[in-house]
């Protein structure tokens, strides 16, 4: 009989869940029309990949399991929430060139402007917490800085696009990866 230890099935958890980030996003998002990819969208492949290593060679906080599994389903519920609320539109991919056409703010983008970063960020903060060390805390530094870039580089073609207006007032009121509260 086949006995997983807590540590192998979260580390099997969080891999299901970047898959299904790299599987949805595929089908998800496109290349821009006339413009390859930018090769910073393999900086998302790397985070992964150093997580899963440090899964593996670093330490376990057993005490973390249940935050960090309730990081990983919180991420994959809040991607598929956007992944399907943009079903049928087209997404480019991240740093792409292209000028925005419309304004989505339905599913999750009625109270985020990034919730595909923002899911990202919570699976990385999720391994962060159950796999801690260098590297962890290196993967979500550095990826909360790359989501913030790839977030500023949108809106900066958004502010340039011929929906700058309704896209102001979008911006005002949602927060970039997390809610904005309301008083």
Same mark, same amino acid.
């Given at each position: ?11 099997? $958890? ?34 992964? $990949? ?14 973390? $399991? ?34 925005? +056409? ?48 790839? $977030?500023?580089? +949108? +809106? ?9 207006? +309704? ?17």
């Amino acid at each position: 009989m086949l006995s997983l230890t807590l540590r192998t099935a979260v580390q099997i $958890a969080a891999s299901l869940v970047w898959m299904r980030h790299f599987g949805g996003a595929a089908r998800t998002f496109s290349r821009a029309r006339d413009e390859s990819p930018s090769p910073l969208i393999y900086c998302f492949t790397l985070a992964i $990949a150093l997580l899963v290593l440090q899964s593996f060679n670093g330490p376990f906080e057993r005490r973390m $399991a249940i935050p960090g599994v309730m990081g990983l389903v919180g991420s994959v519920a809040l991607f598929e929430w956007a992944r399907r609320s943009v079903k049928g539109k087209v997404f480019s991919y991240i740093f792409s060139n292209d000028t925005p +056409e419309f304004l989505w703010t339905s599913g999750p983008y009625t109270y985020i402007r990034n919730p595909f970063y923002a899911s990202y960020l919570l699976s990385y903060f999720a391994a962060a917490i159950m796999f801690p060390g260098v590297v962890s805390l290196a993967v979500v530094t550095g990826m909360t800085i790359y989501f913030n870039m790839a $977030a500023r580089h +949108e +809106e900066r073609k958004f502010e340039r696009s011929p929906v700058a207006p +309704e896209y102001e007032v979008y911006r005002r009121r949602t927060g970039r990866f997390i809610p904005r509260l309301r008083r």
